[in-house]
Structures are given as C-alpha cells and as structure tokens.
C-alpha cells in the first residue's frame, strides 16, 4: 500500500545566514565525515519507547535540524526526535542511519534528503546515486520493523552558497523517483514540493529565508502533510506492505 500526501526580523536573518554557511561546508568535525559524533550522547540518552509508543525520527540534513525546535508548538504531546545534520547529502545520511535512527527504535522515520547532493556538498553526484542511497536506507528501515515516510525534496530554483546549478529540474526528476519507488515498494510519500513551488519550480515568497531553508511559515505548511503522512504509516501494519 502506498500513500501520496500533497498539499523574521535581523535575528532570523543571522540565523538563515548561519544555516547556509554550515550547508555549504558541512556540520562534520574534522576526521567525522558522516558526523557520527553528532547525536551520539543524546541517543545515549534518550529512554526505550514505551509499549505501543508511536516515535517517529524525522532524519534529513539542515531543513531538519532547523525545524526540530518547532517540534513541541507544531506536534505537541508526540514523541517526534529531530536527527538532521546541517549540509549533509545521503551518503552521509547513509553512514549514519542504523545509529541516528534504528538504534532509538522508531515506529516511523521521516526521510527528507537530496538536495545537498544537487549541490555537489561532497562532491559530484548523479541522480542515480542519489537513488541508491535513498533506497538503502528504505531498505534498512523496513527489515528492522521501521515504517519509512519518504518526503520530497522542497522546491529551489538557485543555492545561496553554490550559484548556477539550476537544481529545480533536477530536484522535479528526483522526486518523481521518490514518489514511485515509495508507490512501488509501500511507503508513505509526502510531497512538500507542490504545497510549495512557485510556477518556475523554486520556493514559494515567504516560505523560506533564502529560497532553500524554510522560514517559520515553511514549516507551518509542512507539518500538517507529514502529519498526515505518519497517521497514513502508521494506519498499516508492516506485514501488509
């Protein structure tokens, strides 16, 4: 079964500035290339879900580390874990995910990733690659029991920190990958892009600082439609995918 979900002052503007510099030269310590040090106390940390607990990791790169502080006013009472890391691309992701999102033993995870590929952040990369690592991690989310919500990539018609890459085509392509491999293989699809494109396929006025990292109101239009994506994951029993 699958399902297709579809629909600041100088302070922020500092914090955008931030957000776009650390995407342009990764989060990673020296010698931690995928940032495997990043959450590692607070996964240590962090308690068992309880028995019939609905936790959901939401797993990406900056776009998800900056919405984690949104989580308590945007989805109160839910037991939602922010892992994402500040410019990475999925190979990163990929390195990580077993530590960053098995280990807590999730219901769901949220994957939100590829943009930072389109980039070139580590380097050259295909669509086809991009591909394979999301696959992957799809992979390795459902043979240990995680329900995957695969989300699209938010539209962008330029990158602040690599100009010229003309990334909105690029990320239309991928996207439409993410919808049928989720159609295919029976995980959740949420797609943030047509809830927020503009009809030259980059970002809405408004909703993001910087035409990639979304603003408050960004994330107010995301989070009922992943909201919806986790009811709809959560509504079917892993063995009937």
Same mark, same amino acid.
């Given at each position: ?7 600041? #002052? ?12 650390? /995407? ?6 020296? #010698? ?78 949220? =994957?939100? !990733? ?6 070139? &952040?580590?380097? $050259?990369? *295909?669509?086809?690659? =991009?591909?394979? &690592? ?13 329900? +995957? ?7 962008? @018609?330029?990158? $602040? ?10 990320? =239309?392509?991928? &996207?439409?990958?993410? #919808?049928?491999?989720? @159609?295919?293989? #029976?995980? *959740? ?7 927020? /494109? ?13 035409? +990639?990292? $979304? ?5 107010? +239009? ?16 892993? !063995?009937?995918?």
């Amino acid at each position: 079964m699958s399902v297709r979900v579809v629909r600041g #002052g100088r302070s922020a503007l500092v914090i955008c500035c931030l957000v776009t510099c650390a /995407a342009a030269i990764g989060a990673q310590p020296a #010698g931690d290339w995928a940032s495997l040090s990043r959450y590692r106390e607070a996964n240590a940390a962090l308690r068992a879900p309880e028995p019939g607990e609905a936790r959901v990791v939401f797993y990406g790169n900056s776009i998800t580390e900056a919405w984690a502080p949104h989580f308590a006013a945007q989805f109160p009472g839910k037991d939602y874990i922010g892992r994402g890391i500040s410019g990475q691309t999925t190979p990163q992701m990929l390195v990580r995910f077993r530590q960053d999102v098995v280990a807590l033993r999730p219901a769901v995870v949220v =994957i939100l !990733a590829g943009i930072n590929d389109i980039a070139g &952040n580590t380097g $050259p990369s *295909t669509l086809e690659m =991009i591909q394979d &690592n999301l696959a992957s991690m799809c992979e390795i989310a459902s043979a240990n029991g995680v329900r +995957v919500v695969l989300s699209s990539v938010l539209p962008a @018609a330029d990158f $602040p920190w690599r100009r010229g890459l003309d990334p909105a085509p690029k990320v =239309i392509a991928l &996207n439409a990958w993410i #919808g049928r491999y989720a @159609a295919e293989h #029976g995980h *959740t699809f949420v797609d943030y892009h047509a809830a927020m /494109a503009d009809s030259a396929g980059g970002m809405r006025e408004g909703l993001a600082y910087d035409g +990639v990292h $979304p603003t408050e109101a960004g994330y107010r +239009v995301m989070a009922p439609l992943v909201e919806r994506g986790i009811r709809e994951a959560l509504s079917v029993r892993p !063995a009937e995918r």
